[in-house]
C-alpha cells in the first residue's frame, strides 16, 4: 500500500523556521518526483517545490513566493522527503502535503493527509 | 501566473448531473490535455479522480467524466450520490515558472 505521511507542522512566529518531513512507503522512492504543495485557508493548492528523482538528476525548482526562504530535500536511504522552511511569513500559514506521480502520468495520484503550519505571532 | 477559475459551489440533488469548470489560458490548459481533477474530503487525503482530461484511474467510478475544450476543462459528475459531497479541484501543467496550477476548488453538495 502506497503511503506518505507528513509531520513537523505547528505554530511559530513570523521569522521562524520550521522542518516537515513526508515519510513514503509502498513505492520505489528514489526515481520518484516528489513535490511540496499547500492550501491556505480558504484557498486553492498551490504547488511550492519540487525535486525530480535520481534517473532525473534530482533537479529542484521552487515557487516564486518561497524561493530563497524554503529547501527542499530528500534522503533516499530513509524514504524521506523533507521540507526546510526559514523566515516564515503569516501567508504561509497553510496545510503542506506532500505529492507524488506513481502510475497517471501527469497528475499526482498519492497524497498525504497533509500537515498544518501556522504562522502567527 | 494565476490559479485556474472554478466556481465556489455546485450543488445537485441524489440522480441528478452537475458538471464544474475549471478555466485557465492559452499558457496552460489550452495547450495540452494535462488536467487532472480531485476529490477532497475535509481531513483526508486528496484523491485523484481523472487524469490527461478524461482519463480515469483504476478504482474510480465511471460516473466521473472529464473533457477539455480550448482554455477551459469539465468534470462532470453523473448519478449524484451523498457520498460525492466534497470539494473538487483541478490541476493543470503550466509552460511557465510553476509547472503545476491548481484551481480554487469547488465545494460539491448534494440536496
Known amino acids: 500500500e502506497v503511503q506518505l505521511e507528513e509531520s513537523g507542522g505547528g505554530l511559530v512566529k513570523p521569522g521562524g523556521s520550521l522542518r516537515l518531513s513526508c515519510a513514503a512507503s509502498?513505492?520505489?522512492?528514489?526515481?520518484?518526483?516528489l513535490n511540496w504543495v499547500r492550501q491556505a485557508p480558504g484557498k486553492g493548492m498551490a504547488w511550492i517545490a519540487r525535486?525530480?528523482?535520481?534517473?532525473?538528476?534530482?533537479?529542484?525548482d521552487y515557487a516564486a513566493p518561497v524561493q530563497g526562504r524554503f529547501t527542499i530535500w530528500r534522503d533516499d536511504s530513509k524514504n524521506t522527503l523533507y521540507l526546510q522552511m526559514n523566515s516564515l511569513k503569516t501567508e504561509d500559514t497553510a496545510v503542506y502535503y506532500c505529492i507524488t506521480t506513481l502510475f497517471s502520468p501527469n497528475s499526482f495520484d498519492a497524497w498525504g493527509q497533509g500537515t498544518m503550519v501556522a504562522v502567527s505571532s | 501566473q494565476s490559479a485556474l477559475t472554478q466556481p465556489a459551489s455546485v450543488s445537485g440533488s441524489p440522480g441528478q448531473s452537475i458538471t464544474i469548470s475549471c478555466t485557465g489560458t492559452s499558457s496552460d490548459i489550452g495547450s495540452h490535455y494535462l488536467v487532472s481533477w480531485y476529490q477532497h474530503h475535509p481531513g483526508k487525503a486528496p484523491k485523484l479522480i481523472l487524469y490527461e482530461a478524461y482519463k480515469r484511474p483504476s478504482g474510480v467510478s465511471s460516473r466521473f467524466s472529464g473533457s477539455k475544450s480550448g482554455n477551459a476543462a469539465s468534470l462532470t459528475i453523473y448519478g449524484l450520490q451523498a457520498e460525492d459531497e466534497a470539494d473538487y479541484f483541478c490541476?493543470?501543467?503550466?509552460?511557465?515558472?510553476?509547472?503545476?496550477?491548481f484551481g480554487g476548488g469547488t465545494k460539491v453538495t448534494v440536496l
Open positions: 490541476c493543470s501543467f503550466a509552460r511557465g515558472s510553476t509547472p503545476w496550477l
Open positions: 509502498g513505492f520505489i522512492f528514489d526515481i520518484a518526483s
Open positions: 525535486i525530480k528523482g535520481k534517473n532525473d538528476g534530482g533537479t529542484i
